[in-house]
């Protein structure tokens, strides 16, 4: 069983979202932490429309059951117009209800430095429909904190640790 479940929700091929994931993935590998990455990008979505989990395909019955199964979660937002992006909001319509009255850490990589807010878009539809409580601090990056695909501001790292452990003191 994952421990954690992280869900990439860009579908950017150079997504900088995707690079702070990758960097919380090697954080947990370090600290010996189970774990499973759903990156959207790799899945094949369909849209919410109401029909029965049953009836989507593979891919997101397949993520359903690893989310179902995971202690908490690590959500990972790019920010488009101030919220949570279509493809991830779509996503969780489908298999949020996996997710019921546990814990998740937030990821929110921006292209600005204001957006910081948007993150509260993804809080709210995480306490309201499943009672997913996010764990402090909101992993925040945007596009200066980033050099030829690295992470270039320490202040970015040092954030995913904070993160992380709040989230393993809850779960
Ligand atoms: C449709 C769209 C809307 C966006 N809206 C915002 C926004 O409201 N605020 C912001 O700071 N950046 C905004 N951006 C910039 C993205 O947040 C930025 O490109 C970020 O790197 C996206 O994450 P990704 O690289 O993982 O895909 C927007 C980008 C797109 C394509």
């Not at 069983?1 to 090697?26: F, H, R, Y």
């Not at 019955?61 to 937002?77: C, D, H, P, S, T």
């Not at 996996?98 to 957006?115: D, F, R, T």
């Amino acid at each position: 069983m994952a421990k954690i479940v992280l869900i990439q929700g860009s579908l950017n091929p150079n997504s900088k979202t995707a690079i702070i994931v990758d960097e919380t993935v090697q954080v947990l590998n370090q600290k010996d932490i189970e774990h499973k990455l759903i990156d959207l990008r790799n899945l094949q979505l369909q849209f919410c429309d109401g029909r029965k989990l049953e009836q989507y395909n593979e891919d997101l019955q397949n993520a359903y059951k690893l989310m179902e199964q995971a202690e908490g979660y690590i959500v990972a937002m790019p920010v488009y117009c101030y919220s949570v992006p279509g493809p991830l909001k779509n996503f969780l319509d489908i298999t949020c209800s996996a997710m019921e009255k546990k814990c998740a850490g937030i990821i929110c990589n921006a292209g600005g430095v204001m957006s910081y807010l948007a993150s509260s878009e993804l809080m709210k539809i995480l306490s309201y429909e499943v009672h997913v409580l996010s764990v402090q601090p909101t992993v925040y990056s945007y596009g200066e904190d980033f050099e030829e695909g690295k992470i270039k501001n320490p202040k970015v790292i040092s954030k995913i640790h904070d993160m992380l452990n709040s989230l393993l003191q809850i779960i």
